[in-house]
C-alpha cells in the first residue's frame, strides 16, 4: 500500500512562506483528484486547494492569490506553495491523492502542522 508523507511544515511569522511537498513511498499512476487540505484545532477539515480533471486547479476563497498547488511527478504527486502567511492559516495540513476509475483508490497523508504567529 502506498503512502504519503507530507514536509516542509513548520512555525513562521506572518508574512512568511512555506512550501509543503506530498511524497509517496511508491509511484502513484491514474491520479485524477489530488489536493491539500487542512483543519485547524476545533474546526472541520477543508479543502485549500486541489488539481482536478488534468490540470484545473481550485482554491478555497481564504488562500486564492496566496496558495498554489501544482503538480509533481508520479512519487511526489503534489506541492503547495504558500505565500503571505496569515495565522488564520494555522492548522494541520494533509494532501490527498485518488486514482480513477477503474478501482479508484484514496490516499491520505498523516498531515504536517503549520503554526503561523502574529
Known amino acids: 500500500q502506498v503512502q504519503l508523507v507530507e514536509s516542509g511544515g513548520g512555525l513562521v511569522q506572518a508574512g512568511a512562506s512555506l512550501r509543503l511537498s506530498c511524497e509517496a513511498s511508491g509511484s502513484i499512476f491514474n491520479i485524477d483528484f489530488m489536493g491539500w487540505y487542512r483543519q485547524a484545532p476545533g474546526k472541520q477539515r477543508e479543502l485549500v486547494a486541489a488539481i482536478v480533471s488534468g490540470d484545473t486547479t481550485t482554491y478555497a476563497n481564504s488562500v486564492k492569490g496566496r496558495f498554489t498547488i501544482s503538480r509533481g511527478n508520479a512519487n511526489v504527486p503534489v506541492y503547495l506553495q504558500m505565500n503571505s502567511l496569515k495565522p488564520e492559516d494555522t492548522a494541520v495540513y494533509y494532501c490527498?491523492?485518488?486514482?480513477?476509475?477503474?478501482?479508484?483508490?484514496?490516499?491520505w497523508g498523516q498531515g504536517t502542522q503549520v503554526t503561523v504567529s502574529s
Open positions: 490527498f491523492v485518488r486514482t480513477g476509475l477503474p478501482g479508484s483508490i484514496d490516499y
